[in-house]
Protein backbone atom coordinates (compact mmCIF):
# COMPACT_ATOMS: atom_id res chain seq x y z
CA UNK A 1 0.00 0.00 0.00
CA UNK A 2 1.18 3.22 -0.89
CA UNK A 3 1.76 5.50 2.40
CA UNK A 4 -0.50 8.55 2.02
CA UNK A 5 0.03 12.19 2.95
CA UNK A 6 0.03 12.68 6.36
CA UNK A 7 -2.04 15.66 6.46
CA UNK A 8 -5.47 16.03 9.07
CA UNK A 9 -7.58 16.43 5.92
CA UNK A 10 -6.15 12.88 4.99
CA UNK A 11 -6.95 11.08 8.60
CA UNK A 12 -9.27 8.39 7.41
CA UNK A 13 -6.47 6.86 5.04
CA UNK A 14 -3.84 7.99 7.78
CA UNK A 15 -4.49 5.70 9.96
CA UNK A 16 -5.93 2.89 7.76
CA UNK A 17 -2.63 2.81 6.58
CA UNK A 18 -0.69 2.97 10.06
CA UNK A 19 -3.35 0.07 11.44
CA UNK A 20 -1.36 -2.25 8.98
CA UNK A 21 1.93 -0.87 8.64
CA UNK A 22 4.25 -3.25 9.70
CA UNK A 23 8.43 -1.57 9.80
CA UNK A 24 11.33 -3.46 8.92
CA UNK A 25 12.21 -5.37 12.39
CA UNK A 26 16.38 -5.40 11.22
CA UNK A 27 16.48 -2.03 9.99
CA UNK A 28 14.80 -0.96 13.00
CA UNK A 29 17.28 -3.21 15.37
CA UNK A 30 20.33 -1.88 13.63
CA UNK A 31 18.92 2.14 13.86
CA UNK A 32 18.35 1.44 18.07
CA UNK A 33 21.67 -0.23 17.76
CA UNK A 34 23.56 3.13 16.54
CA UNK A 35 21.41 5.14 18.85
CA UNK A 36 22.45 2.82 21.60
CA UNK A 37 26.28 3.46 20.91
CA UNK A 38 25.77 7.40 19.98
CA UNK A 39 23.87 8.16 23.16
CA UNK A 40 24.94 5.53 25.79
CA UNK A 41 22.24 6.07 27.85
CA UNK A 42 22.35 4.67 31.68
CA UNK A 43 19.64 1.98 33.04
CA UNK A 44 18.47 1.64 36.22
CA UNK A 45 15.52 -0.59 37.97
CA UNK A 46 13.44 -0.19 40.49
CA UNK A 47 13.53 -3.48 42.69
CA UNK A 48 12.66 -6.22 41.18
CA UNK A 49 11.64 -4.26 38.22
CA UNK A 50 14.09 -5.68 35.51
CA UNK A 51 13.08 -9.37 36.19
CA UNK A 52 9.35 -8.24 35.52
CA UNK A 53 10.18 -6.75 32.43
CA UNK A 54 12.16 -9.02 31.14
CA UNK A 55 9.09 -11.94 32.11
CA UNK A 56 6.51 -9.74 30.31
CA UNK A 57 8.75 -9.50 27.16
CA UNK A 58 9.19 -13.20 27.56
CA UNK A 59 5.05 -13.38 28.45
CA UNK A 60 4.09 -11.56 24.66
CA UNK A 61 1.68 -9.71 26.98
CA UNK A 62 1.64 -6.46 25.48
CA UNK A 63 2.76 -3.07 27.37
CA UNK A 64 2.01 0.35 27.13
CA UNK A 65 4.70 2.11 28.08
CA UNK A 66 5.06 6.10 29.31
CA UNK A 67 8.01 7.95 29.68
CA UNK A 68 7.68 11.56 30.36
CA UNK A 69 8.87 14.15 27.67
CA UNK A 70 11.82 16.50 28.14
CA UNK A 71 13.11 17.18 24.75
CA UNK A 72 12.55 16.72 21.06
CA UNK A 73 16.27 14.78 21.26
CA UNK A 74 13.62 12.00 23.39
CA UNK A 75 12.59 9.75 20.69
CA UNK A 76 16.15 8.91 19.98
CA UNK A 77 17.27 8.35 23.74
CA UNK A 78 14.19 6.47 24.35
CA UNK A 79 15.14 4.38 21.41
CA UNK A 80 18.79 4.25 22.73
CA UNK A 81 17.44 3.26 26.40
CA UNK A 82 15.57 0.12 24.44
CA UNK A 83 18.70 -1.04 23.10
CA UNK A 84 20.48 -0.87 26.07
CA UNK A 85 17.87 -2.32 28.51
CA UNK A 86 15.20 -4.81 29.10
CA UNK A 87 13.38 -4.32 26.10
CA UNK A 88 15.35 -4.99 23.42
CA UNK A 89 13.83 -8.13 22.02
CA UNK A 90 10.79 -6.06 21.79
CA UNK A 91 12.45 -3.71 19.56
CA UNK A 92 10.49 -3.89 15.93
CA UNK A 93 7.31 -4.74 17.81
CA UNK A 94 6.61 -1.78 19.54
CA UNK A 95 4.54 1.73 17.98
CA UNK A 96 5.40 4.79 19.04
CA UNK A 97 3.25 7.97 18.89
CA UNK A 98 4.74 11.02 17.29
CA UNK A 99 3.49 14.27 16.48
CA UNK A 100 2.56 14.41 12.88
CA UNK A 101 4.59 17.25 11.53
CA UNK A 102 7.57 14.44 11.52
CA UNK A 103 5.64 12.59 9.15
CA UNK A 104 5.95 15.40 6.19
CA UNK A 105 9.52 15.84 4.95
CA UNK A 106 10.26 12.44 3.46
CA UNK A 107 13.36 11.27 4.57
CA UNK A 108 12.53 11.77 8.18
CA UNK A 109 9.42 10.08 7.62
CA UNK A 110 11.02 6.94 6.78
CA UNK A 111 12.83 7.20 9.87
CA UNK A 112 10.13 7.45 12.08
CA UNK A 113 8.30 5.01 9.52
CA UNK A 114 11.15 2.31 10.22
CA UNK A 115 11.09 3.51 14.47
CA UNK A 116 7.14 2.54 14.29
CA UNK A 117 5.55 5.80 14.55
CA UNK A 118 2.43 6.67 14.56
CA UNK A 119 1.11 9.94 13.73
CA UNK A 120 -0.97 12.18 16.00
CA UNK A 121 -2.84 15.20 15.31
CA UNK A 122 -2.80 17.85 18.42
CA UNK A 123 -5.06 19.78 19.44
CA UNK A 124 -2.52 22.26 20.22
CA UNK A 125 -1.28 22.04 16.33
CA UNK A 126 -5.06 22.23 14.89
CA UNK A 127 -7.74 22.77 16.79
CA UNK A 128 -9.64 20.92 19.48
CA UNK A 129 -12.39 20.52 17.27
CA UNK A 130 -10.84 19.76 14.39
CA UNK A 131 -8.73 16.78 15.96
CA UNK A 132 -11.74 15.23 17.63
CA UNK A 133 -12.23 12.69 14.82
CA UNK A 134 -8.80 12.07 14.04
CA UNK A 135 -7.96 11.54 17.48
CA UNK A 136 -10.30 8.64 18.25
CA UNK A 137 -9.02 7.07 15.07
CA UNK A 138 -5.37 7.01 16.65
CA UNK A 139 -7.00 5.73 19.65
CA UNK A 140 -8.99 2.72 18.25
CA UNK A 141 -5.59 1.51 15.97
CA UNK A 142 -3.75 2.06 18.62
CA UNK A 143 -6.11 -0.30 21.21
CA UNK A 144 -5.79 -2.49 18.38
CA UNK A 145 -2.59 -3.12 18.12
CA UNK A 146 -2.63 -3.84 21.23
CA UNK A 147 -5.02 -6.61 21.14
CA UNK A 148 -2.38 -7.89 18.83
CA UNK A 149 0.09 -8.60 21.52
CA UNK A 150 2.38 -5.41 19.82
CA UNK A 151 3.42 -2.84 22.60
CA UNK A 152 2.86 1.21 22.56
CA UNK A 153 5.09 3.45 23.88
CA UNK A 154 3.40 6.97 24.26
CA UNK A 155 4.64 10.42 26.00
CA UNK A 156 1.41 11.45 28.03
CA UNK A 157 2.09 14.59 29.04
CA UNK A 158 1.62 15.61 25.07
CA UNK A 159 4.38 18.20 24.51
CA UNK A 160 7.98 18.99 25.83
CA UNK A 161 7.88 19.89 29.58
CA UNK A 162 9.36 23.20 29.78
CA UNK A 163 8.08 23.56 33.43
CA UNK A 164 9.97 21.66 35.73
CA UNK A 165 11.76 18.31 34.38
CA UNK A 166 11.77 17.09 37.44
CA UNK A 167 7.75 16.98 37.57
CA UNK A 168 5.59 15.22 35.52
CA UNK A 169 3.11 17.67 33.74
CA UNK A 170 -0.49 16.99 33.24
CA UNK A 171 -1.64 14.01 31.35
CA UNK A 172 -4.26 13.77 29.04
CA UNK A 173 -7.47 11.16 28.75
CA UNK A 174 -6.03 9.63 25.92
CA UNK A 175 -3.97 6.99 27.30
CA UNK A 176 -6.41 5.76 29.41
CA UNK A 177 -8.76 5.63 26.46
CA UNK A 178 -6.40 3.37 24.69
CA UNK A 179 -5.75 1.04 27.59
CA UNK A 180 -9.71 1.22 28.05
CA UNK A 181 -10.42 0.53 24.67
CA UNK A 182 -7.92 -2.20 24.09
CA UNK A 183 -9.08 -3.78 27.21
CA UNK A 184 -12.52 -4.08 25.13
CA UNK A 185 -10.72 -6.31 22.33
CA UNK A 186 -9.28 -8.73 24.82
CA UNK A 187 -6.70 -7.25 25.71
CA UNK A 188 -4.69 -6.91 28.66
CA UNK A 189 -2.27 -4.21 28.90
CA UNK A 190 0.72 -3.94 31.36
CA UNK A 191 1.26 0.26 32.41
CA UNK A 192 5.50 0.45 32.47
CA UNK A 193 6.48 3.70 33.78
CA UNK A 194 9.78 5.15 32.35
CA UNK A 195 11.22 7.71 33.91
CA UNK A 196 13.57 10.33 32.08
CA UNK A 197 15.91 12.97 33.37
CA UNK A 198 18.88 14.65 31.50
CA UNK A 199 20.29 15.71 34.69
CA UNK A 200 20.07 19.31 36.84
CA UNK A 201 18.68 22.10 34.28
CA UNK A 202 19.18 26.20 34.91
CA UNK A 203 16.28 27.05 32.67
CA UNK A 204 13.84 24.14 31.52
CA UNK A 205 12.79 26.06 28.79
CA UNK A 206 15.87 25.44 26.84
CA UNK A 207 16.22 21.91 25.36
CA UNK A 208 18.93 20.07 25.90
CA UNK A 209 21.62 19.84 22.91
CA UNK A 210 22.40 16.52 20.95
CA UNK A 211 25.69 16.64 23.64
CA UNK A 212 23.72 17.34 26.58
CA UNK A 213 21.10 14.53 25.91
CA UNK A 214 23.93 11.98 25.60
CA UNK A 215 24.57 9.61 28.98
CA UNK A 216 20.42 10.28 30.19
CA UNK A 217 19.02 8.34 33.37
CA UNK A 218 16.26 6.58 32.55
CA UNK A 219 14.89 4.27 35.29
CA UNK A 220 12.38 1.92 34.91
CA UNK A 221 9.11 1.38 37.70
CA UNK A 222 7.76 -1.57 38.40
CA UNK A 223 5.37 -2.91 35.98
CA UNK A 224 1.25 -2.16 36.56
CA UNK A 225 -0.73 -5.26 36.07
CA UNK A 226 -4.06 -4.79 36.92
CA UNK A 227 -5.36 -1.51 35.33
CA UNK A 228 -8.13 1.18 36.81
CA UNK A 229 -11.99 0.19 35.55
CA UNK A 230 -12.01 3.75 33.83
CA UNK A 231 -9.85 5.77 31.35
CA UNK A 232 -9.35 9.11 33.62
CA UNK A 233 -8.67 6.87 36.41
CA UNK A 234 -6.01 5.12 34.34
CA UNK A 235 -4.85 8.43 33.41
CA UNK A 236 -3.95 9.68 37.15
CA UNK A 237 -2.46 6.10 37.72
CA UNK A 238 -0.01 6.83 34.88
CA UNK A 239 0.81 10.81 35.78
CA UNK A 240 1.29 9.02 39.69
CA UNK A 241 3.74 5.88 38.41
CA UNK A 242 5.43 7.87 36.06
CA UNK A 243 6.48 10.77 38.86
CA UNK A 244 8.11 7.70 40.48
CA UNK A 245 9.78 6.62 37.46
CA UNK A 246 11.05 10.37 37.05
CA UNK A 247 12.25 10.20 40.66
CA UNK A 248 14.31 7.12 40.43
CA UNK A 249 15.78 8.82 36.81
CA UNK A 250 16.20 11.94 38.36
CA UNK A 251 18.31 10.19 41.38
CA UNK A 252 19.91 7.68 39.57
CA UNK A 253 20.81 10.74 36.86
Known amino acids: MEPPEVILENSDAVYDFYLRHQQNRLKAMAAYALLGRRYRPRI????????????????GRPMLIAINHLSHSDPYTVA???????????????RVLAKDELFVEPEQR???????????????????????????????????????????????????????PTQVQAVGSGVGHIAFRAHKLGAQPVLVGLGLSYGPRADPAVTPTKEEAKSASFYFGNPIFELPAKPAEIARLVRTDLQAALDGAVANY
Open 44 to 59: SYAPGARDQVRALVKS
Open 80 to 94: AAAWRSALRPIIGRV
Open 110 to 164: RKVDMMGGIPVFRGKDHGLRAVNAAGQLMMDICAQRLARGEHLAIFPEGTCNEVD
